[in-house]
């Protein structure tokens, strides 16, 4: 430890800034001497593919934000609100989404108000929550896959300007969150209570209410991004998350965001599943296989959870 | 016949010079005492000289031997034992595993006969004679664990015993039974260190005092040749005013409790609290002295009893009922239950108020920043410090930005510190106690506890005190600390 | 003796026991057949058992209980082909005959059970036919494909890629250059799908190959948001297998040109059929295939009902 | 509070109490006996999972979060059947030295950096489900030694298997260790107060190394010993293991915060979830019956374990006298 620390004295801090510069300009390097790498259908796959694990990551950053760690349950609160969202389809695009919405806020912000005012541990509560939702599900629907009930799901999938609308949709969500963490006062009190809860309750702050709305917003949230997967896919079943949990906690980490709650930013994630959704794709161009394209999305997690730590950390105890 | 010798010790964190060219001599079987205002670098020295952190520069010599102290385990080694100013055990632990953890005279082996026979033994030595070794730490309450602590380290076979701020948290009657394990560990031979800011207490228990100012140590001298204002001025180059007593008026009543009890922590208490007056709830360790308070902030979900504030019933066991009611709480413990270590001291100072500089949700940013700085100077905080992580700041610092969130507040009605200045120098001292003054002259009722008889003497206008969950008796008129004194260890009034 | 020829064979399939190992109803797919399977054995008073899972540690343990329970059969399905053998071992070794439906079992212990298996070669072929024949009626001269497969690990899939890949190269104009894992995950598929369209651009794919409805959806979908044109006199032509009805209704659009049967009732039907049969004393061939259909737009409504189940 | 009414004594007691009442009751719902066929394939899931279940568990007591045993689990599986062809002793070793590694480096990055492990090791345990793909081509591998497949899962003495006792026996190990000796204090120590256990001279950072080097042994010894008993290895193990460790770690009474739990509450732990295993197996309950099942279970957990409800609860019983 005390080497590290003289370390840091001496070449005056910023060493991690220079390393995760130079990282950053190695991928751009590497990106750039990478076959189509550089064109416009390329940065239009990366953004398509990071925006439904991006606007699953904003909702993720709330519940982190607040110091209330991760939701295990995210796949299958996507896959439910996808269901609903195509099954309720034959009502028209407007009531399905609010309805959609409405159904994911609820989902996890029921789990919000435990974690809230009951002070329930979120992980165990999240990994219950998925087995519920799978259990009745499937239960209630069977297990068979649910098919639009009617037409009007297209529009999501439409593409002004050449660009899916879930991009669009992810850029202004992360405005409109960062906006809202930034300028409400809610969102202060998100950052006060992620930091420390026995602190926030005893100044008499409404701990419960401001982690089961931080909860609320990340299900409608999960919600938006299930309406856009449904539209995609044209059928949903409790499977249709697939490992949407453990890429949006990836995203959101690969960002700066440290788990311990309390500090964050959209824009982090946004940045954070951008830098995963990059990597995927050179490595994708360059023809490596699926095994690789996982090594190197853990390795690059690890590198800027350590980075971020570091930076964060420099000159306290 | 010096045991250890520090020459020219330093230290920096991130541009603060903490420590600067320390000299420092202790001998075997002395008691020296290391005094100093927040901030002054005595709590660095100590981490410097028990391993937790390594020198930027300058040498520690143990009999004459230079060590390199890198680690607490070095330390140890060195014979070095420590209490630490943060309170340093684990509360899921029974009390025996707390004394017996990091010692390394304990063997591999867990034997857990001989443990509890030797933690008996170390807990009665303090006084602790109710607290069972096999029982949890997490039962006891905030004194009763820091004397756990104490007994850990006066019971490892040390050379050097450090205590920083041992009885920050400690009643005067726990606090003699402290002194006197420390009286008998240095008869023994060993040397001991004791940090404190109780100036009354290093001047009778200590053979010598070092004065830190700024990092650098100002003079060392025998403890007979101080006295008290002396040794002020060397801690703070001058001395503090005090906050002149003026008793403000008393207004209307604004909270009253009726039938209020916390089952096994205080029984039915009624009482009612005027605007304008500061009320001292004056108890030993467990007397239910903090649990009055920490019930009344909502803290305790088992208070029964009714609580009206300004005349409307209050639903009790709801933190955010009772801020809202305009009942402000500071804790006792500002580290855990306070403080946003990692926020500004402006973000600190406005934590409690966010609601009222919003207006339809949003938070207004030049509202924002004219709150801040107008909180700024009434607490004495310079403006360029308001953007300092409040974790930086030292302990006094820290709880002037603490106290300063509920003052000048437009809904605050009762104001409860419990232990206010704990670990607050004179001069920091001074300073709350004019801030807790002219909070009440602006007509809020503040209640506070402390563990101080003289904070209670000198800040409150009427005592209360307690014993074994009881009220024992309410003095309206100055009160001599001795009469207070007895009440709050015999429970009954004195005459 | 062969266990299938000694148990079970006598007095009809009254008060039979049959413990299935099966997909669990988590899977859309597993679903259906379930509730086929399981109501068509009930109506002969059968006893099925239910010990389905999606999970390969778990199935591998109810094997185990199903062998030590010694129903008159056990009626399975394989998770991970690979670690199913040793259990079918011990099966064997107990006398307890085993039934293998939809993938075939390893070929260590291909001897050792009976078998209702999906041709999972003809629906790769299927596969490679509808490409071709999409991209001839399209009037190319050359054109490239990708594919994006189940779960790699399992013979399901590799059998699929084998009848794919063989009857692709009978049509060499035709160039096969991608074939990434999408693991049986929509969402996955079309990740994969939208990064190989912009790798290859509109122009440089002109075929794809999704290996369930549910995952060529998502490869379309990739192709119209990227601005690739699907279908019609140029587009990309996608085809699947294992039809679902959401690839029923995409194929009358327009936009899927082709999938093919797999569907979960059918091979449902034939397996229970067939454990009927096995208990009645009749015989049936130690190893059956189910037939499967390639479809397109001309015979999609002959097939639509049957694909529309799950 | 009493002994019996703490959470890490109550939690399992209860649990593992009802668990095998339950089982036993198993005959009222088939209306067949329990034969030892039924202990033994409860024990082989005991096998199967206890040692993710230690090496989870110990993390979890030292108020850490391994996230990578799963990763460890397929990693150090794929290795002994990889390299194990020739002589399974060669695969077994080659596991457990690489779950060594992965532990150690991932031990010595949390405890240096003190930086929090939960993060870690979900990258570590991404990291680890690419290089095993890698390392088989994305494909199931086959384990050619059909007698060590055989041998491991051998019944003794009815009910147990070679695997079964190996394990078991590594449980009553580490439980003696850890209670007999001062590990097992500092492990809960800096689970229940890190600053304050290494202000006290406890050395965190080497426990912590040691720790998590052990937890790496455990996922890939237990990873190379399934993957012997199943002949086969697949990349992809699935989450599913890693929340079933989890849940059978908290109804073994350690909790998510640190500093609580022991190896015999883990052990009960892992006989709960066993005997849970096989009594939705014999009982023949439907997917998502099970499914909200375990939701049941993790409720109870929930309940146990959070303070706010707990407030609620002494609120209530205020209210109604
Ligand atoms: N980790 C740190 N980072 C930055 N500054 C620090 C750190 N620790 C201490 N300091 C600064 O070093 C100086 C000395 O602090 P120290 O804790 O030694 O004071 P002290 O004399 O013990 O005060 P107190 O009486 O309040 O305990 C203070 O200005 C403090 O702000
Ligand atoms: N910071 C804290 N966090 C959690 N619990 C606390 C804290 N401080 C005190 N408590 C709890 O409140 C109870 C009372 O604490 P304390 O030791 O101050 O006793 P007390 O009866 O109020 O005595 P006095 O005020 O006279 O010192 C303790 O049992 C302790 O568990
Ligand atoms: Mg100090
Ligand atoms: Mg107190």
């Given amino acids: 430890m005390s080497t590290i620390v003289a370390g840091r004295r001496l070449s005056p801090p910023q060493w991690t800034d220079v390393l995760a510069g130079a990282a950053l300009l190695a991928l751009l390097a590497v990106g750039a001497s990478t076959e189509r790498f550089l064109t416009v259908a390329n940065v239009k796959a990366i953004l398509t593919s990071a925006s439904l694990i991006g606007i699953a990551g904003l909702g993720l950053t709330l519940i982190v934000i607040g110091g209330t760690s991760v939701s295990l349950a995210i796949s299958q609160s996507v896959a439910v609100s996808a269901m609903v969202f195509l099954a309720v ?115 008499g702050l409404p701990v419960g209410r401001v982690v089961m709305v931080a909860w609320v917003l990340a299900g409608a949230l999960f919600a938006v991004a299930a309406a856009f997967s449904g539209a995609f896919n044209t059928s949903a079943n409790i499977n249709l998350g697939g490992t949407l949990t453990f890429d949006a906690i990836a995203a959101v980490l690969a960002g700066g965001t440290p788990i311990a709650g309390g500090k964050g930013s959209a824009w982090r994630t946004l940045a954070g599943v951008l830098l995963i959704a990059t990597v995927s794709d050179i490595l994708l161009l360059r023809g490596y296989g699926t095994g690789a394209q996982i090594m190197v999305k853990g390795l690059i997690v690890l590198a800027v959870i350590v980075v971020v730590h570091l930076r964060t950390t420099r000159g306290r105890r | 016949m010096s045991l250890i010798r520090v020459d020219g010790l330093s230290k920096s964190y991130a541009g603060t010079v903490a420590v600067r060219g320390v000299d420092l001599e202790i001998r075997a079987g002395e008691i020296h005492a290391l005094c100093g205002h927040n901030g002054a670098g005595k709590s660095t020295v100590v981490r410097l000289l028990s391993g937790q952190e390594s020198p930027d520069g300058g040498a520690i010599a143990i009999d004459g031997v230079p060590v390199e102290l890198k680690t607490r385990r070095d330390a140890q080694t060195a014979g070095v034992a420590l209490v630490d100013q943060e309170l340093s055990v684990v509360p899921s632990l029974t009390v025996a595993e707390n004394l017996v953890l990091g010692d390394r005279d304990a063997g591999w082996l867990n034997r857990r006969r001989a443990q509890h026979r030797r933690a008996r033994r170390m807990l009665d030595d303090l006084g602790l004679t109710h607290v069972r070794p096999e029982q949890r730490l997490a039962t006891l309450g905030l004194g009763e664990r820091q004397l756990v602590e104490i007994a850990r380290a006066l019971g490892q076979r040390a050379r050097l015993v450090i205590l920083d701020e041992p009885t ?272 009440a002259a602006q007509g809020v009722a503040v209640v506070f506890s402390s563990t101080e008889l003289d904070e209670l003497v000198d800040l409150a206008d009427v005592v209360l005190t307690m014993y074994q969950g009881r009220l024992v008796s309410r003095h309206d008129e100055a009160v001599p600390g001795a009469v207070l004194l007895h009440e709050m260890t015999h429970g009954a009034e004195a005459g | 003796a062969s266990p299938q020829s000694t148990s079970g064979t006598s007095g009809g399939p009254k008060g039979k026991t049959v413990s299935f190992v099966g997909y669990g109803s988590t899977n859309q797919w597993g679903a259906y057949f379930n509730g086929v399977f399981t109501e068509k054995l009930d109506a002969e008073g059968v006893k099925v058992k239910d010990l389905t899972t999606m999970d390969p540690g778990t199935a591998v343990q109810n094997f185990n209980q199903a062998i030590a329970e010694k129903p008159d059969l056990i009626v399975t399905a394989l998770l991970d082909t690979t670690s199913m053998a040793v259990p079918i071992q011990k099966a064997k070794q107990a006398g307890v005959p085993v039934l293998v439906f939809d993938g075939r079992p390893d070929p260590k212990v291909d001897g050792d059970v009976m078998q209702v298996v999906s041709d999972n070669v003809a629906l790769g072929t299927a596969a490679a036919q509808n490409i071709v024949e999409g991209l001839t009626a399209q009037g190319k001269k050359s054109g490239k494909v990708f594919v994006i497969t189940g779960t790699a690990s399992s013979l399901v899939t590799q ?152 | 509070m009493t002994r019996f009414s703490r959470p890490e004594v109550l939690v399992p007691g209860v649990a593992l109490g009802a668990t095998i009442l339950l089982f036993l009751a198993l005959p009222l719902r088939t209306g067949q006996l329990l034969t030892p066929f039924d202990a033994y394939n409860a024990l082989q899931v005991l096998a199967r999972l206890g040692p993710l279940i230690l090496a989870l568990g110990l993390t979890m007591i030292a108020g850490e979060f391994d996230l990578s045993v799963v990763g460890t689990y397929a990693f150090g599986g794929m290795l002994a059947v990889t390299y194990g062809q020739g002589h399974w002793a060669v695969g077994l070793v080659l596991a457990l030295a690489a779950g060594l590694v992965v532990g150690v480096l991932q031990g010595v990055v949390i405890a240096r950096l003190r930086i929090s492990s939960m993060p870690v090791t979900l990258a570590t345990y991404i990291t680890l489900l690419g290089a095993t793909s890698s390392l088989s081509g994305g494909l199931s591998k086959t384990f050619d030694d059909a007698g060590v497949t055989l041998w491991v899962d051998r019944p003794v003495l009815q009910v147990f298997s070679p695997r079964s006792l190996l394990v078991l026996v590594v449980f009553l190990v580490l439980a003696a260790v850890l209670a007999g000796s001062r590990w097992g204090r500092e492990v809960r120590a800096i689970g229940g107060d890190r600053r304050a256990s290494r202000v006290s001279g406890v050395r965190d950072d080497r426990l912590l190394v040691g720790l998590f080097a052990t937890s790496g042994l455990l996922a890939a010894g237990g990873g190379a010993l399934l993957n012997f008993s199943l002949g086969s290895a697949n990349p992809d193990p699935g989450v599913q293991p890693l929340i079933l460790a989890a849940v059978a770690a908290l109804l073994g009474g350690v909790s998510l915060a640190g500093g609580r739990g022991s190896v015999l509450g883990l052990l009960a732990g892992a006989l709960t979830i066993a005997f849970l295993a096989q009594i939705v197996t014999v009982a023949a309950l439907p997917t998502y019956v099970s499914q909200l099942f375990y939701a049941l279970l993790l409720a109870g957990v929930v309940a146990v374990d959070a303070p706010g409800l707990r407030r609620g609860a002494v609120r209530l019983r205020k209210a109604w006298g």
């Fill in chain 2, 168 to 439: 920050a948290t400690l009643t005067d009657v726990e606090s003699e039974h402290v002194y006197a394990a420390v009286r008998s560990v240095a008869a023994a031979g060993c040397a001991v260190l004791f940090v404190s800011h109780r100036l009354g207490e290093v001047l009778t228990l200590c053979d010598r005092v070092t004065v830190m100012r700024d990092g650098a140590v100002v003079t060392t001298s025998d403890a007979a040749a101080l006295t008290v204002p002396t040794l002020i001025r060397h801690m703070l180059g001058e001395s503090p005013q005090a906050a002149p007593r003026v008793r403000a008026e008393s207004g209307e009543t604004v909270l009253e409790l009726t039938g209020v009890s916390v089952p096994g922590r205080f029984g039915e208490l009624s009482l009612q609290v005027r605007a304008g007056t500061v009320y001292a709830v004056a108890g030993q360790l467990g007397s239910g002295a903090s649990d009055v308070l920490r019930g009344l902030a909502g803290l305790h979900p088992a208070m029964a009893g009714e609580v009206t504030v300004g005349g409307a019933r209050l639903r009790t066991a709801d933190p955010v009922a009772a801020a809202r009611a305009g009942i402000a709480f500071a804790s006792n413990d500002r580290k855990s239950e306070g403080l946003f270590l990692d926020r500004s001291t402006g973000v600190n100072l406005l934590v409690t108020r966010i609601p009222a500089l919003s207006r339809f949700g949003l938070v207004g940013t030049r509202r924002w920043k004219e709150t801040e700085s107008r909180l700024a100077e009434r607490c004495g905080f310079p403006a360029h410090q308001l953007a300092r992580p409040v974790g930086q700041l030292s302990g006094g610092n820290q709880q002037k930005a603490f106290v300063g969130r509920s003052l000048d507040r437009p809904g605050t009605r009762v104001l409860l510190l419990d232990d206010p200045t704990r670990g607050v120098d004179v001069g920091g001292r001074a300073a709350v106690h004019a801030l807790v003054r002219d909070a």
């Fill in chain 3, 159 to 310: 059998d699929r890629m084998k009848g794919f890949e063989a009857e692709m190269a009978s049509a060499p104009q035709f160039q096969v250059v991608d074939v990434q894992d999408g693991n049986w995950d929509p969402a996955r598929s079309g990740q994969i799908a939208t990064q190989l369209l912009a790798k290859y651009g509109c122009s440089g794919i002109q075929a794809a190959y999704g290996m369930a409805d549910y995952m060529a959806l998502p490869i379309i979908a990739s192709a119209k948001q990227a601005g690739c044109p699907v279908a019609g006199r140029n587009g990309l032509v996608v085809t699947s297998s294992n039809c679902f009805k959401a690839g029923i209704d995409a194929i009358r659009a327009g936009t899927l040109y082709g999938t093919a049967t797999e569907d979960p009732g059918t091979i449902a039907a034939q397996t229970a059929d067939y454990v009927l049969r096995y208990f009645n004393g009749e015989n049936p061939p130690k190893k059956e295939t189910v037939r499967e259909e390639r479809v397109t737009a001309k015979n999609v409504e002959k097939f639509a009902a049957q694909c529309s189940n799950a």
């Fill in chain 1, 89 to 203: 389809q034959s009502a028209g695009l407007v009531v399905a989404l609010v309805a959609t919405i409405v159904v994911g806020a609820l989902i996890t912000g029921l789990q919000g108000l435990v974690v809230g005012y009951g002070a329930a541990n979120p992980i165990v509560l999240t990994i219950a929550a998925g087995f519920a939702l799978t259990g009745l599900a499937t239960g209630i629907g069977g297990g068979t896959s649910v098919s639009p009930t009617g037409t009007g799901y297209t529009v999501l999938n439409a593409t002004p300007g050449g660009i899916p609308l879930s991009v669009y949709a992810l850029v202004l969500l992360t405005v409109a969150l960062q906006a809202v963490l930034d300028r409400s006062a809610f969102g202060r009190q998100l950052y006060l209570t992620g930091e420390n809860r026995p602190a926030a309750r005893a100044a």
